[in-house]
């Protein structure tokens, strides 16, 4: 039924392993899907990349995602999921919930994946990216818990 699986990644919080990724493995091997995870690394983190790590020359945008991508197949190496039925992407800039929505519509996917929030945030709301993608999104979520 669900062809091509979209899975946002937050490299802050890897909720999803532990929330999802049953899930998106099931879905996986089910549906013989396709399945995008992807990372979005919003304009304001580039400040905090460098201030923790970086020296101002070595902050470029290629940089930046380069470290992105490694860290986000470092992720999702942890799922169980044949690699032919993965591809990995980084997009910078924007913030996370339209860059996932464009993504989404782009990609023609029939089904988005997603955490509800950090763990560590104790609240009955879902976060802000997950409930953007869920009101906007043109295809079905599936909500972690
Ligand atoms: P919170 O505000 O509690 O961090 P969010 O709505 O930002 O909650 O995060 C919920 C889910 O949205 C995450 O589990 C992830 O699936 C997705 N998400 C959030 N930020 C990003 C990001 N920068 N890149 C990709 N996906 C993200």
Known sequence: MYKTILVPID????????????HVEDLAEQNDAR?????????YQYAATLSFAFTMDALNESKVKDI???????????FNISDDRIEHH????GTPKDQILK??????????????NRPSIATYLIG??????????????LVAR
Do not use: M, W
Request: proline share 2%; hydrophobic share 50%; with cysteine.
């Open 35 to 43: 399945i995008h995870f992807v990372s979005v690394i919003p304009s």
């Open 11 to 22: 490299l802050d919080e890897d909720t999803l392993i532990s929330l999802a990724a049953k």
């Open 90 to 93: 980084i997009i910078s800039g």
């Open 128 to 141: 802000s990216n997950a409930a953007a993608i869920v009101r906007h999104a043109k295809c079905s979520v």
């Open 103 to 116: 993504l989404a519509e782009n990609l023609n996917a029939d089904l988005i994946v997603i955490g509800s």
């Open 68 to 78: 992105a991508l490694t860290t986000l197949k470092g992720i999702v190496s942890k």
